[in-house]
């Protein structure tokens, strides 16, 4: 027998999103929230001590482990595609670099008609949760869920570069989050005392005593119930039984990119020839639902040095680890503080860019993917990835079985500006290690290989070394109704559907010019603002 629960809202997905919807949606006590969550509870040990990524990524019990298809513009490779897979979401297993992307990304949506989301009406959001090391100023907020500081180390090597990326012609800055993140610096990120601060941990956690707060783990949504045009509820499937959640008020996806256009589609919204191949009943046509995917493609060129320390050398002395671990347990200091990286820049590619088009995010380190030990030799590596990609993907269903993931097309490097940029970002990385601040360390081109040369020779470098850096978003975008591709409203509401919302990446029209998980949790204080608000006015 199908047991059957109704509240207020639901809420499908405990990620970076979701924490903060349930946070504000219980605070009223008159309000009855239930939070699904398809993973587990954040209660390993790596979810919180920073160097964590390095064993999440890529676990079952961590990560989703999707993956794309093969890419024809990364040489049919197929990509390795986590997500988060547990309280906090990806904000458990991400970078934890705080980045609020460019004054001219926000407004660029409020110029296409989506009125509210322009940068002065989204920063005073993101000022709002914010509890900056920096303290209250003109920029930044202070007392609020969502923690920043300041990274609890540096490199000789990481030093180095910065400097050279000065002598390259690259300003000095101390903040990226200011609407203009042009500049080099080191990132600011999502720790306290240096353990991870994820949404879970800041926004979720101190709402868990409230009695009208329902927080159901390894419930995993495998459709929204609908009455006609209406949706009235999510199935779940929960500990091999399924179970009925219905919402008296609204129904909200917080899956992130990836999730929450299948469980739509799954549910008969979509396009609806794609959906009756897969003998689906339409409930409504929506052709944008999976479209409009948006990546940051990131190129790792890699350069071998001498006569400075790196990661890589210190991960293969078992003294040095033991000393890593010993000085964490001590002082909440060093290595295991890192995120994967640690000093970042924005920068033009060709001056035909009016706004920073890239972003930079060194490394102490150097491997061939993530899950594999560093090289055995001193390296760093010179990140580089492309803030606004002209290639869009899609995510699309596999199979009417809601535990087999969808199909992830990125579509990468498959427009021409996207490989001329490419092309400009590795001739801009040899040209800020061409500067003496790096050339005493003596850095030889590992990869791609300093023997490309031509524009040809370098895009087939950036098609070898071409991967994501896990920033999807874009596939339920916001859009006026007069777009045929538009999937959600100004107010995230599903167009012609009453009852649902997405309020996660996924609403994003372009993606934002920098990392995203930090502008996903403004998303999602202003989308809980307007549910409240046109709650308020039924």
Request: charged share 20%; aromatic share 6%.
């Amino acid at each position: 027998m199908t047991e059957i629960v109704t509240t207020d809202y639901v809420i499908v997905g405990a990620g970076s999103a979701g924490c903060v919807l349930a946070n504000r949606l219980s605070a009223n006590e008159s309000h009855s929230v239930c939070l699904l969550e398809a993973g587990g509870k954040d209660n390993w040990i790596w979810f919180h001590i920073p160097v964590g990524y390095l064993f999440a990524i890529g676990n079952p019990r961590a990560d989703w482990m999707y993956q794309t298809e093969a890419e024809p513009g990364l040489n049919n490779r197929v990509l390795n595609y986590p997500r988060g897979k547990v309280l906090g979401g990806s904000s458990a297993i991400n970078a934890m670099i705080y980045m609020r992307g460019q004054r001219e990304d926000y407004d660029g949506w409020r110029q296409i008609g989506l009125d509210g989301w322009g940068w002065d009406d989204v920063r005073p959001i993101f000022r709002q949760h914010v509890d900056h090391y920096l303290g209250e100023g003109e920029h930044h907020g202070a007392g609020g869920e969502w923690r920043v500081e300041a990274p609890r180390m540096r490199w000789d090597i990481l030093d180095a570069f910065r400097d050279a990326a000065v002598e390259a012609g690259l300003p000095r800055t101390d903040d990226f989050n200011t609407g203009s993140n042009e500049g080099v610096a080191y990132f600011h990120v999502n720790q306290k005392s240096g353990r991870r601060w994820s949404s879970a941990r800041g926004f979720l956690k101190p709402a868990l005593s409230r009695p009208n707060l329902k927080v159901e783990t390894h419930a995993h949504a495998t459709r929204i119930l609908m009455d006609g045009k209406r949706a009235i509820g999510v199935e779940v499937r929960q500990n091999g039984a399924i179970r009925r959640i219905m919402a008296r008020r609204e129904v909200i996806l917080s899956a992130g990119a990836v999730a929450s256009p299948q469980l739509l589609q799954l549910s008969g919204l979509g396009d609806g020839a794609q959906l009756r191949e897969h003998g689906i009943d339409v409930a409504h046509h929506l052709p944008g639902i999976g479209q409009n995917l948006q990546d940051h493609l990131q190129l790792r060129p890699i350069y071998s040095v001498s006569g400075v320390r790196t990661l890589n050398e210190e991960f293969r002395s078992l003294p040095r680890k033991a000393h890593m671990a010993l000085e964490y347990l001590l002082f909440r200091r060093g290595p295991l503080t890192m995120a994967p990286s640690q000093l970042g820049a924005f920068a033009r590619s060709s001056p035909r860019y009016a706004t920073p088009n890239l972003q930079f995010h060194i490394q102490p380190l150097s491997l061939d993917k993530f899950g594999e030990d560093p090289h055995t030799f001193p390296a760093f590596t010179a990140s580089v990835c492309n803030l606004r990609p002209t290639s869009r993907g899609s995510v699309s269903l596999r199979s009417l079985d809601p535990a087999i993931p969808p199909s992830i097309r990125l579509n990468a490097l498959t427009t021409s500006e996207d490989q001329a940029v490419a092309v400009e970002s590795l001739r801009l990385v040899r040209r800020i290690v061409a500067m003496p601040s790096l050339q005493k360390y003596d850095p030889t081109e590992y990869k791609p290989g300093a023997a490309l040369e031509t524009d040809a020779e370098l895009l087939e470098g950036a098609r070898a070394i071409g991967t994501t850096i896990f920033h999807p978003v874009g596939t339920a975008k916001m859009g006026l109704a007069s777009d045929p591709m538009a999937v959600t409203d100004a107010r995230l509401r599903v167009h012609g559907v009453s009852g649902l919302r997405v309020v996660d990446a996924s609403i994003m029209p372009a993606i934002t010019s920098g990392n995203t998980n930090s502008p996903t949790l403004m998303i999602a204080e202003k989308g809980a603002a307007m549910i409240l608000e046109d709650q308020r006015s039924v």
